[in-house]
């Protein structure tokens, strides 16, 4: 049976996500989690499901997994790639503005990790609105070739890491 | 331009300037830190030692994300214009 569309059910998925997510992270204890803190919880989470949500889709789409995998097509999976990325959109837009309210929360705690991860989350979020508003066909592309670069992703991934490691109370 | 330029451009503008102006505060409050230091008694040696290793570290740090930012943003400007130009030179032929 076929109740709702795809596009409704990430909907459903990405609100009841919203709902739970600061229950979740409230949850742990009251002891260490400030409000800014959690806040930058929050923005780690929604920036890792944002982009894992892409980037296994694309792996998915690839010929060889198909392959490898079998029992669909590329073609099958097309009608998803809109939904998917704006969900991806909406999440990392989300994860962006919650990490810009946890590092304005606790400015003075600023170093060079969390300003260099700043910077490059801001790249990151130009590059990607410029990618999705240019009418112009060069900004396109060189919004295309900034935001898809793989040393800024991997540059990111550090920095996260780095910035909880460095933050964080185990 | 519509009015989802201007609020497109509002919002990559406040995306750009965000960390200048944490980083302009932070300034401020090391400076003031600095001129309340010059009062207080000076630390040990070893404590500066580690001080200079973390200074050089953050250093580092942000030297690389900026080379990386440079140079990402370099090579997707060379990469266009190239396109350009061989659009370019098609059109001729």
């Known amino acids: ?170 | 331009m519509t009015i989802s330029t201007y609020g497109l451009m509002a919002l990559v503008i406040l995306a750009i300037g965000t960390p200048t102006i944490v980083f302009a505060q932070t300034e401020n409050e090391v400076n003031e830190g600095a001129s309340n230091g010059e009062k207080q008694s000076s630390t040990s040696t070893e404590s500066e030692h580690g001080g200079s290793t973390n200074s050089i570290n953050s250093s580092l740090i942000l030297f690389v994300t900026v080379i990386s930012i440079a140079s990402v943003v370099g090579y997707s400007t060379w990469k266009v214009y190239k396109a350009k130009r061989k659009a370019a030179s098609k059109n001729l032929v």
Not at chain 1, 74 to 95: A, E, K, M
Not at chain 1, 120 to 134: C, D, F, P, Q, R
Not at chain 1, 135 to 145: E, M
Request: proline share 3%; no cysteine.
């Open chain 1, 1 to 170: 049976m076929h109740f709702f569309s795809t596009n409704t059910k990430l909907k459903i998925f990405a609100l009841t996500f919203l709902l739970f997510a600061p229950t979740m992270v409230f949850a742990d204890d009251g002891e260490r989690n400030s409000t800014a803190v959690t806040i930058g919880w929050i923005g780690i989470i929604l920036g890792i499901i944002a982009n894992l949500s892409l980037v296994t889709f694309k792996i998915i789409r690839k010929p060889t997994i198909v392959k490898l995998v079998g029992g669909y097509d590329t073609q099958s999976l097309t009608p998803l790639y809109t939904p998917i990325l704006n969900f991806h959109i909406l999440f990392n837009s989300l994860g962006f503005f919650a990490g810009l309210s946890h590092g304005l929360m606790l400015i003075r705690g600023l170093d060079a990790i969390s300003l260099s991860l700043a910077m490059i989350m801001t790249v990151s979020m130009a590059s990607g609105i410029i990618l999705k508003y240019a009418p112009d066909k060069n900004t396109k592309f060189f919004s295309r070739l900034v935001h898809g670069q793989f040393i800024l992703a991997t540059l990111l991934i550090t920095l996260v890491i780095l910035h909880v490691l460095t933050h964080s109370r185990f």
